[in-house]
């Protein structure tokens, strides 16, 4: 008995592995034929997620939920259009001035690592960089032809991205007044013992991941913004946005944004590249130390190592979106089990401490 049950033991962990690659390879495949809506789904779940918030908020002074979806998605929209015409045009503009301005700061950039080398030589320290620039210099043509590339697509294709725009919201719509009744009804095909803590976890974990990193994107945007002004960085603005929105990846993406600017900034001044990533970085702790846990709550229930796996998961079958929805899948997951083993439907083990009621009634 004892050998049979060892061997079962080491037939389960042996074929774990290459059923959880199939699995993967299989999400993989079918996320490419499916992208567009999936993508589209996606997003508007996410939307749907983010604004249950303000709808429950309307409700509490007696508005309907039909009612209270309408003036939700009518400020979210008022907010979107305002947005687009002022903001916007900005990022734009200074994103065409930047890949304009990108290849005479890497001639500025090879000039100055030239001067570096000479002095190096003239210390005697044999150092060669010429190899390095090269390479450096060759990526970021590289990237800079990519974006510029997919610049001229998404121009191409704003047609329909309005149209995508438009569906996300529709769909959000629909999610927000009749989501709770189709959820119900594909929960009530499990039993109660996985569809409670799934529902709770799933609820938990999405709403409370989404709006806490874009409450701290934008905290990184409107405080790095006044800052980047201040040291003349130019395009402070857009270097801004592009770490604000790099905090939507958790715990890699950060560095990855802060990296970026301090290389775009490193081509142009490399004196400013200094205090541009100092001042990233000061803005980054105060948000990880003293904002993150208030809003977030402590990861508790999923090791980093994991939560590395799941990302690079998310990227291989997804790509950005991926990336983006990785940590709550797997915090949802993690949550969802946890509660079958302690068979505690009211008080499971999460990523997130904070704790979240349950779904919206949708029967108004």
Do not use: C
Not at 67 to 74: F, N, P, T, Y
Not at 88 to 94: L, W
């Amino acid at each position: 008995m004892r050998r049979s049950a060892s061997v079962q033991t080491l037939l389960i962990y042996g074929l774990s592995g290459p059923i959880i690659a199939l699995n993967v390879w299989l999400l993989s495949v079918l996320f490419s034929y499916f992208q567009h809506p999936i993508t589209i789904l996606s997003i508007a779940a996410i939307l749907a997620f983010l604004l249950n918030y303000p709808v429950k908020l309307f409700e509490r002074v007696r508005i309907t939920r039909s009612q209270s979806v309408i003036i939700v998605l009518i400020i979210t929209l008022t907010l979107l259009i305002i947005l687009g015409v002022t903001l916007v045009p900005i990022v734009i503009e200074q994103t065409i001035q930047l890949l304009n301005k990108i290849p005479d700061w890497l001639a500025s950039s090879q000039a100055n690592l030239e001067k570096l080398q000479i002095i190096a030589r003239q210390r005697r320290i044999n150092i060669d960089l010429s190899l390095v620039t090269n390479q450096v210099n060759a990526n970021i043509q590289n990237l800079v032809q990519q974006i510029a590339s997919g610049a001229v697509g998404f121009a191409g294709t704003l047609l329909s991205g309005l149209f995508n725009v438009v569906l996300v919201f529709v769909l959000a719509f629909y999610m927000l007044l009749y989501g709770g009744r189709v959820w119900s009804g594909l929960v009530n095909l499990l039993p109660s013992s996985i569809g409670i803590p799934l529902t709770k976890s799933l609820q938990l974990n999405f709403q409370n991941f989404f709006l806490s990193q874009l409450l701290l994107g934008l905290f990184m945007v409107i405080t790095l913004t006044p800052i980047f002004l201040f040291l003349r960085i130019p395009f402070a603005l857009l270097f801004a946005i592009v770490i604000g929105i790099s905090q939507l990846i958790p715990f890699i993406g950060a560095s990855l944004g802060i990296g970026l600017v301090t290389l775009l900034v490193l081509l142009q001044n490399w004196w400013l590249a200094f205090p541009a990533a100092v001042a990233a970085m000061i803005m980054q702790q105060i948000k990880d130390n003293l904002l993150a846990p208030k809003l977030m709550g402590d990861f508790i229930g999923l090791n980093p190592i994991w939560i590395f796996v799941a990302i690079l998961m998310g990227f291989e079958i997804a790509g950005l979106l991926g990336t983006l929805v990785a940590v709550p899948i797997a915090g949802t997951i993690k949550g969802t089990f946890d509660a079958i083993k302690n068979s505690k439907h009211n008080n499971f083990v999460s990523n997130f401490t904070v704790e979240y009621d349950s779904p919206p009634d949708t029967d108004h």
